[in-house]
């Protein structure tokens, strides 16, 4: 069975914690900053992202601190979740090249 792609936030989630373990808003300013500021996740739609993404294996909670009172989460990227990002990244590469390919050999300029 092949596994589906993944959406572009879960790829970007798992590529800014394949560096080591982060906490919620580093992982909101790396994604931002992997996608060059087109991909913004909202905390909401971060977290919603990491209760999947640890239900599913692909991250687990890392470590635990308090920070001006308050309790700082950091996630790290699991051995399943650096092979599903692994395999997604080969995909997209092998698809990159495809298109890089046909544009050479079969656009020669002609009408768009």
């Known amino acids: 069975m092949t596994e589906r792609s993944m ?6 989630i ?3 914690l394949a560096s080591g373990p ?3 808003y ?3 300013t790396e994604v931002t900053g992997i996608s060059a500021g087109r991909v913004k996740l909202r905390a909401g739609t971060l977290y919603a992202a990491l209760d999947r993404l640890q239900t599913e294996g692909l ?6 601190e308090i920070v001006d009172g308050r309790v700082r989460r950091y996630y790290r990227l699991t051995g399943e979740g650096a092979t599903r990002l692994a395999t997604e ?3 997209l590469r092998r698809n ?3 298109a890089v ?3 050479r050999t079969g656009y020669a300029g002609g009408t768009a």
């Open 7 to 12: 959406q572009e936030p879960t790829f970007l």
């Open 14 to 16: 798992l590529t800014a």
């Open 22 to 24: 982060q906490h919620g």
């Open 26 to 28: 580093a992982i909101i």
């Open 59 to 64: 991250i687990a909670e890392d470590r635990e």
């Open 89 to 91: 990244a080969e995909r």
């Open 96 to 98: 990159a090249a495809e």
């Open 101 to 103: 390919a046909r544009l």
